[in-house]
């Protein structure tokens, strides 16, 4: 019990400084710790699997990935002294408090069917034997889904060459004439 | 275990929250994460409290549709960068420019 409260209270705050932090650099550095502490949860839970693929996947790859696009676009270089709208703050804390409200209530009406029961088998073998059997489809659909991401991936952040190429030929037309 | 499914709905409000009030992109797909894993704990949850074995595999689906929104996200923000020198929503505001 004493483990659930503290990675409790670990990923409230570091969810917190996701949201709140002014630097974007510390927000995704405080989301890897978010997913970190997630994973760890999956693995008190008896998800140990899931655990390695919540820390390898979503802690190591998405995490990073997101600082790396910062280091590409240079992000310290837009100052967040941005205007807030008050209304909009005001209006979309007391409804996200109230969808949290609804979110409590039904939880809390519900507690005593969603305690935990014992996994009949919980092994890996168990696990990818029910996803290739059962679930095939919907793996496959997966892998097209991936592929189809590393395509537009590419076609989306390729820079177009003979766009610059145009735009180098006007500039040296324009210095020509003057 | 409770406490857990109070995280959960937790985790998605906030990062909800941030997906509204946050104004650059970067910071709204980093919400958008937050969500994810909220939802993501909820299925390892369910999995525990039914028993069943399937809930873990909606969780690794679920990874993988995440690990394409964010590829995809990160490249769209990218274009956007080069085309307009900026990540803010307030300065995007004729999409077809």
Known sequence: MAADILLTILTVVFALMVVFSKRTVVAAFSLLMTLLVIGMIYFQLGTVFLSAVQVLVNAGAIAILFVFVMMLIDVEQFTNNRERNKWKLIASTITVLILLGVFAIVINNNIESLSAVNLSDNSMKTLFAKLFDVYYLPFELATMLLLAAIVACVVLATHDKHQSEEELIEAHNVEEKQ | ?97
């Not at chain 2, 499914?5 to 958008?32: E, N, Q, R, V």
């Not at chain 2, 995809?72 to 085309?83: C, D, E, P, T, V």
């Open chain 2, 1 to 97: 275990m409770s406490i857990y499914y109070y995280l959960s709905a937790f985790l998605f409000c906030l990062g909800l929250l941030g997906t509204i009030l946050k104004k650059d992109l970067i910071s709204m797909l980093l919400c958008l994460e937050l969500m994810m894993g909220g939802v993501g704990l909820l299925f390892v949850l369910f999995s525990r409290s039914t028993g069943l074995i399937d809930s873990q595999l909606v969780v690794i689906f679920m990874m993988i549709i995440s690990a394409c929104e964010v590829a995809i996200g990160l490249s769209l923000i990218i274009a956007l960068f080069r085309k307009k020198q900026t990540i803010y929503t307030d300065d995007i505001k004729i999409i077809t420019e």
